[in-house]
């Protein structure tokens, strides 16, 4: 399949361009400024607010899928930034939604667990938004917006990710790694809790589903676990005491963006219809060792 995957220099869209390349798709990169390290992967640049260029680069590279993994995705930024986030995460996706149902172009969009507030966890698709932050009020508002311009778009709410990182792309655990091997202390919380999955079981989702399925579908992983006690789990496997971790509540530390307590995702229906993530060991496990 010719699958356009977005955000392709970003975390997760890197990660989906390595597995499908695995699986012989054919992909096309679509980079803002980071440049990709694939070098199997044709890339085009594009700042997907700038409509009518996207509209070009569709009608040039003509792919049947459209995997969208652009976004301004840190909740602090988009807290800060609102108009230019609302671009980003709502406008460019809707106009997305819209030309890729024009094209007859399967499109797939990532959305996040929090467009949840937290309060009744587990969520499943059926469950009431309720986002807390701007940033889970854009998604949730572009999730709407793309249901209405494409019926047979695909949303999948990703939970926390984890794993292999391009080069220039730091995430949280690349950040404790770095701070645990060089016996800094790490302090996290003990009263957040979300079903992790790694970036690379997500993209094995996405690619799974994407086109085939369609409306909401959760792909959270297996188990509901603190930043603390994945902290612990982390240093365990990377072997350094265990005391470098020690725990605070999410009021301690201040943030420009609310975070929900709990927003735990049940994925039942992703794993009825074959999406088996790994454990969080097993899966720390490939990026730690
Ligand atoms: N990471 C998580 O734990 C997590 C959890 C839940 C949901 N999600 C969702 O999953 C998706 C991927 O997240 P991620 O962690 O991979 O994010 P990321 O690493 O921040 O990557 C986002 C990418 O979007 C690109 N981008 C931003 N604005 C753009 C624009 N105007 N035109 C073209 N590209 C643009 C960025 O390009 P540059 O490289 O040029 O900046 C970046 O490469 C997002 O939809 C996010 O909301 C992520």
């Known amino acids: 399949m010719k699958i356009a995957v977005s955000g392709a220099g970003g975390f997760l869209g890197w990660n989906i361009c390595r597995v499908a ?20 992967c044709v890339t085009e640049q594009c700042d997907l ?34 108009p230019l986030a609302e671009k980003i995460n709502v406008q460019s996706p809707t106009y997305l939604a ?4 024009r094209k007859s172009i399967a499109f797939s969009f990532t959305s996040t667990d929090l467009v949840f507030d937290g309060t009744s ?3 499943d698709e059926r469950a009431n938004v309720n986002p807390l932050s701007v940033y889970g009020k854009q998604k949730a508002a572009a999730e709407q917006a793309i249901l209405k311009e494409n019926s047979s778009a695909l949303i999948c709410r990703m939970p926390l990710m984890y794993g292999a990182v391009p080069q220039g792309v730091k995430r949280f655990l690349q950040q ?16 957040e809790f979300r ?6 079981d997500a993209a094995l989702g996405l690619l799974m589903f994407t086109g085939s399925v369609h409306g909401i579908l959760h792909l959270g ?16 496997m990377l072997g350094v005491s265990p005391s ?13 963006a609310p975070r929900p307590a709990d927003v735990s995702l049940n994925s039942n229906k992703a794993y009825l219809l074959g999406f088996s993530p790994g454990s969080i060991r097993s899966e720390l496990q490939k990026v730690l060792l």
């Open 244 to 256: 470098l971790i020690s725990g605070c509540k999410q009021s301690d530390i201040k943030m420009a």
């Open 195 to 200: 079903t992790p999955v790694s970036a690379a």
């Open 176 to 191: 404790w790694i770095d701070q645990l091997q060089s016996g800094k202390a790490l302090s996290l919380f003990t009263d």
């Open 21 to 40: 390349i695995e699986q012989d798709h054919d992909i096309i990169g679509i980079i803002r400024n980071n440049s990709m390290q694939l070098d199997t």
């Open 49 to 82: 607010t700038d409509h009518d260029a996207v509209e070009k680069l569709i009608e040039r590279i003509r792919p049947d899928s459209f995997i969208h993994c652009a976004a301004a995705s840190d909740p602090n930024f988009c807290q800060q930034n609102q």
């Open 98 to 101: 819209q030309l890729c149902a």
């Open 221 to 236: 992983g297996k188990e509901r676990i603190s930043r603390y006690d994945f902290g612990l789990i982390a240093a365990e």
């Open 121 to 123: 966890a587990p969520y």
